[in-house]
């Protein structure tokens, strides 16, 4: 059984940092794209990001390029999402999904296999 174990978030002032993690069991993890998404109330749920776990390659929905960075500790089966410079705006409920098909599908609004319990980051103006 795919499970994936969110973690790290919480309570930021605007401007501030937050490290998400992600631990997945159940699968071959370097078979798998692992990131994230989010969903704030009264929107939809977007892509965030994602890491190709067997070349590490990376990608990001535009609104968190250039502040969010993705990464993976394969020894660990855990990916971190280290996100700086956190906006209002970035306030939502984030979940880890892991999918075996490339991730770019995620910022066209479409799902991923795998999803983990989310993880509510709220960040204050």
């Known amino acids: 059984e795919v499970q994936l174990q969110a973690s790290g978030g919480g309570l930021v002032q605007a401007g501030g940092s937050l490290r998400l993690s992600c631990a997945a069991s159940g699968l071959t993890f370097d078979d798998y794209f692992i990131g994230w998404f989010r969903q704030a109330p009264g929107k939809e749920r977007e892509g965030v990001s994602c890491i190709s776990s067997s070349d590490g390659s990376t990608s990001y929905a535009d609104s968190v390029k250039g502040r969010f960075t993705i990464s993976s500790d394969n020894a660990k089966n855990t990916v971190y999402l280290q996100m700086n410079s956190l906006k209002p705006e970035d306030a939502a409920v984030y979940y880890c999904?892991?999918?075996?098909?490339?991730?770019?599908?995620?910022?066209?609004?479409?799902?991923?296999?795998?999803w983990g319990k989310g993880t509510l980051v709220t960040v204050s103006s």
């Open positions: 999904a892991a999918d075996l098909v490339p991730c770019t599908r995620w910022y066209a609004g479409i799902g991923a296999d795998y």
